[in-house]
């Protein structure tokens, strides 16, 4: 694919780099289009994505919704019908300037005065659009083929909640109709899928107005919720982990010591006791640390693998909540490992394990990233590159594939990444382990070596779900709330053909509920056939009792399966045998 870089000089374009091309011809495309059909537009940044391509604009007094969206897209496709050739130069500060204030564009003149003094600086033209960019580009407009605008949204220009507050139009863009469709396709199933509307039809979760980023949990939510931290317990309990509670709140002089007050105060909610400021806890690592220093340890005792299922507070902003998966409060699945540097490798790889066993059980694949030191961070330089050898060697003795993300560790210490990829293929950041030297020492931590010396261990942070919540909603979409008989909020559900099978129905149900499975009755006068669908795509009941004449006739269930849709009439005896089988072994079947 050929594109024009803003030198002006045309040459083929990387193959990894085509999709980012398209999407930010794409994005100048749109904006001609925009500033065709509203001349008054005022052009903010306009930038290619992972997931496509948007751009933010001042439309005066004019506002903008969904419904506008066709138009914009059919004076897109004029455009690249006429083929208009894109063309770039460069110019000089001054002269940018001047280009841009005779064409009205304040924005840009305003971003050109936070470029350095001495910047030349780039343009694109096609036709009558010109667009200060650094490309590249392609190199006409028939060149894009296949797009689709998406949704209208708000933005604040440069991100600050102080500055005038834009029009956000999205798009998504591919080299070919059938990449197009195939994504489109992908977005229709997400949304099926959407873990706020399976959510609200099995009563799992609610999110109020009173309380944004706050999640309600239901009774079957809590269901649901419980038996993945049972998992988590007798997961972690066979791993040798003890587990911990920390208090919520813990006064700023802590939030000092650990680094969290300079590097994410802005996030963390603080309140004043006693005349003094206190933190509700972003993280639970300072709790975890001070049960370590309140007593000594010897050698012999490490490592120590603490683990605690602590409530955290974050403060996120109001637009970038997102039902489970972006909140205010969640439960961390943390564990905090504290551990003599010899057995660093070791202990990295007991948590690659571990994660691996808990992301293998539910069908995820995934990918690994090693992100290394930010630029904000606290330690030595060799602290840092002993941390970051130790996350290498360790993932190269387990023969592991990874990426390096320059710069994006914790401010404390560089870390592993787990991204998952789920049914339909998206990847979810979960798991993470990070290798902490700075804690240990702001918070002068100690053991005593076999030679009664006093040395400070090395820390491990990790988690594996992340957060238990943005997890429920991850295994929501994944499952499409179809979840496997050991989480699912109900296991069976009863349905009496008709009043002369309701007796008989009443008992099976009763000795389901006797055994702890977890069973409800369906005698509604209803046909069968609305009881079966409500049962399949509402509670998405692993199990239907089907129980008629006959069955009350023979004693038996006819059991119809959520996932074959077959149905195989059996003894309630060799039923509930094949439910608990299911329920003890915690059985998951993939989905695909």
């Keep these: 694919m050929k594109v024009i870089y803003n030198d002006g000089t045309v040459n083929e374009c990387p193959k990894e780099e085509e999709l980012h091309v398209i999407r930010h011809t794409a994005a100048h495309i749109m904006a001609q289009a925009i500033k065709r059909l509203y001349p008054q537009a005022d052009f903010g940044y306009g930038p290619a994505t992972d997931n496509g391509f948007y751009y933010d604009v001042d439309l005066g007094d004019e506002t903008l919704s969904d419904d506008d969206l066709p138009k914009i ?4 496709k004029k455009i690249t019908k006429e083929n208009l050739p894109i063309k770039a130069y460069i110019l000089p500060r ?8 005779d064409r009205g564009e304040k924005y840009k003149v305003e971003h050109i005065n936070d470029l350095p003094a001495d910047a030349q600086i780039s ?3 096609q036709g009558e659009y010109i667009d200060m960019c650094v490309g590249p580009h392609l190199t006409y407009t028939k060149a894009l083929k296949a797009f689709k605008l998406t949704q ?3 933005a604040y220009w440069k991100a600050d909640k102080n500055n005038k507050m834009l029009t956000r ?13 195939a994504y489109v396709k992908l977005m229709e199933e997400a949304a099926r899928r959407d873990h706020r509307k399976i959510g609200k039809e099995m009563k799992l979760f609610m999110l109020r107005d009173e309380a944004p980023g706050f999640p309600f949990f239901l009774p079957n939510g809590m269901i649901l919720k419980n038996e993945l931290i049972s998992y988590w317990r007798d997961l972690h309990k066979a791993n040798g982990y003890v587990e911990l509670s920390t208090p919520l709140i813990m006064n700023r002089h802590l939030w000092e010591t650990s680094g969290h007050w300079d590097h994410y105060k802005d996030n963390m909610y603080s309140t004043v006791i006693d005349e003094e400021d206190y933190c509700i806890k972003p993280m639970n ?3 975890g640390v001070m049960v370590y220093a309140s007593e000594p340890h010897s050698y012999k005792e490490l490592p120590i693998r603490a683990a605690e299922l602590g409530v955290v507070h974050r403060h996120e902003l109001k637009g970038a909540l997102h039902g489970l998966f972006r909140v205010r409060c969640f439960t961390q699945d943390d564990a905090h490992i504290f551990m003599r540097q010899d057995q660093i490798q070791g202990e990295i790889m007991n948590v690659v394990h571990l994660i691996n066993e808990v992301y293998t059980k539910f069908g995820f694949k995934y990918f690994i990233e090693l992100s290394t030191r930010p630029e904000n961070s606290m330690g030595s330089d060799e602290d840092w590159e002993a941390a970051t050898n130790g996350l290498k060697t360790a993932l190269e003795k387990l023969g592991l594939d990874y990426i390096v993300n320059e710069g994006d560790g914790a401010f404390y210490g560089p870390k592993i990444d787990f991204h998952l990829q789920d049914s339909i293929g998206r990847t979810w950041q979960c798991g993470t382990i990070q290798l902490d030297f700075q804690m240990p020492l702001n918070f002068n931590l100690e053991y005593n070596d076999e030679n009664d010396t006093r040395q400070r261990p090395v820390m491990i942070h990790r988690v594996c779900f992340g957060s238990i919540e943005r997890f429920i909603g991850i295994l929501t979409e994944h499952f499409a709330g179809k979840f496997p008989v050991w ?3 109900v296991q069976v559900k009863v349905l009496p053909v008709s009043d002369k099978s309701n007796d008989y129905a009443s008992k099976v149900y009763q ?3 006797d055994e702890g499975i977890r069973a409800i009755l369906d005698d509604r006068d209803e046909k069968i056939g609305y009881k079966i669908r409500e049962a399949q795509m509402v509670d998405r009941a692993p199990y239907m009792l089907i129980l008629g004449q006959k069955e009350v006739e023979e004693g038996t269930v006819s059991v119809r399966s959520r996932d074959t849709g077959d149905t195989v009439t059996m003894k309630p005896e060799e039923f509930k045998a094949l439910l608990h089988n299911q329920i003890i072994t915690r059985e998951t079947i993939i989905p695909q």
Excluded: H, R, T, W
């Design 285 to 287: 690592c300072p709790g």
């Design 169 to 181: 139009i999205n798009g998504i863009a591919f080299a070919s109709q059938e990449d197009l469709d």
């Design 123 to 125: 343009f694109y033209q």
């Design 511 to 513: 000795e389901l509920k």
């Design 94 to 101: 001054a002269e940018a300037i001047k280009l841009m204030q």
């Design 73 to 76: 897209e059919a004076e897109m």
């Design 487 to 489: 989480l699912a909020p």
């Design 152 to 154: 209208v949204s708000g």
